[in-house]
């Protein structure tokens, strides 16, 4: 199984910062990745596809880059909605497997 | 783009069964395929099973491997998760999934 290793587990930040959230494949999935935010009580949201792909309807300040086994989401400047948990997710094979997730706190 | 809805969730004892439905509307269901996603409480997402658009091909997590049945009915919409000899730590809500389309989730708790 491929293992996904996502860093930070946590950070604190504050509005209008950049924010860089990683994740690690344990072996190549070409750019087989998608970004999921979720917010308490509710159904993740996709915020990336593709690895780098911004989903319909998604802010411009998403951003997703790498390819193989290095990944970024990266949010230009963070807003008071986007604090949240963020997941990745491979589909390059079965079983799909998500990162830990991330949790965007209020600085 | 869609909308999924989830149903048959509720408490249930170790060792039993229950069966979650989801009703998939909105799109055209008999052309993609269709996930489980499940969320114990306070934990992370883990995928837990796919099925291909004609129901052909299903793959699991090693977690519910033997234990859980991904099926579908196209004539009906609606994708289906059996859960057999259920064990406590397979609390969680669950959801239904073809990105970028989800599902509001349903909670199964296995409680003695």
């Known amino acids: 199984d491929i293992q996904m290793t996502q860093s930070p587990s946590s950070l604190s930040a504050s509005v209008g910062d950049r924010v860089i959230i990683t994740c690690r494949a344990s072996?190549?999935?070409?750019?087989?990745l998608g970004w999921y935010q979720q917010k308490p009580g509710k159904a993740p949201k996709r915020l990336i596809y593709?690895?780098?792909s911004l989903q319909s309807g998604v802010p411009s300040r998403f951003s997703g880059s790498g390819s193989g086994t290095e990944f970024t989401l990266t949010i230009s400047s963070l807003q008071p909605e986007d604090f949240a948990t963020y997941y990745c997710?491979?589909?390059?094979?079965?079983?799909?497997?998500f990162g830990q997730g991330t949790k965007v706190e209020i600085k | 783009q869609g909308q999924l809805v989830e149903s048959g969730g509720g408490v249930v004892q170790p060792g039993r069964s229950l069966r979650l439905s989801c009703a998939a509307s909105?799109?055209?269901?008999?052309?993609?395929?269709m996930h489980w996603v499940r969320q114990a409480p306070g934990k992370g997402l883990e995928w837990v099973a796919v099925?291909?658009?004609?129901?052909?091909?299903?793959y699991y997590a090693d977690a519910v491997k033997g234990r859980f049945t991904i099926s579908r009915d196209n004539s009906k919409n609606t994708l289906f998760l059996q859960m057999n000899s259920l064990r406590l730590e397979d609390t969680a809500v669950y959801y239904c999934?073809?990105?970028?389309?989800w599902g509001q989730g349903s909670l199964v708790t296995v409680s003695s």
């Open positions: 999934a073809r990105d970028p389309v």
């Open positions: 909105g799109f055209t269901f008999s052309s993609f395929s």
């Open positions: 099925i291909s658009y004609d129901g052909g091909t299903t």
């Open positions: 072996q190549g999935i070409r750019n087989d």
């Open positions: 593709g690895a780098s």
């Open positions: 997710l491979q589909h390059n094979s079965f079983p799909q497997t």
